[in-house]
């Protein structure tokens, strides 16, 4: 009886608790004006997406930088900077 007592009483207190809690309001901080620093990021993925695009497709065509010395590794990073280039790409027009 004592237990069933104790734990009702348990249950009262943790009710009132609940009751008496007021939820914090969610206060976001204001939006800054500009670019934000996720746009800048994407601005900046998109430029050095841009340079590896150039130096390893001069490679691929004159073989200046890196001598040719792979052309299916020419290939595989042309298709892995143009693929970084449209991910950036959208990524700063969803930020925009």
């Given at each position: 009886?004592?237990?069933?007592?104790?734990?009702?009483?348990?249950?009262?207190?943790?009710?009132?608790?609940?009751?008496?809690?007021?939820?914090?309001?969610?206060?976001?901080?204001?939006?800054?004006?500009?670019?934000?620093?996720?746009?800048?990021?994407?601005?900046?993925?998109?430029?050095?997406?841009?340079?590896?695009?150039?130096?390893?497709?001069?490679?691929?065509?004159?073989?200046?930088?890196?001598g040719?010395?792979?052309?299916?590794?020419d290939?595989?990073?042309?298709?892995?900077?143009?693929?970084?280039a449209?991910?950036?790409?959208?990524?700063?027009?969803?930020?925009?």
């Amino acid at each position: 009886m004592a237990q069933k007592a104790a734990k009702t009483e348990t249950e009262e207190t943790r009710a009132v608790e609940a009751a008496e809690k007021k939820p914090v309001p969610m206060v976001r901080p204001p939006r800054k004006k500009g670019a934000s620093l996720e746009k800048k990021l994407s601005i900046v993925s998109l430029a050095l997406c841009a340079l590896v695009l150039l130096v390893f497709l001069l490679d691929l065509v004159t073989g200046f930088p890196f001598g040719r010395v792979s052309v299916t590794l020419d290939i595989v990073l042309l298709l892995a900077s143009g693929l970084l280039a449209y991910i950036s790409w959208e990524g700063m027009r969803e930020f925009a």
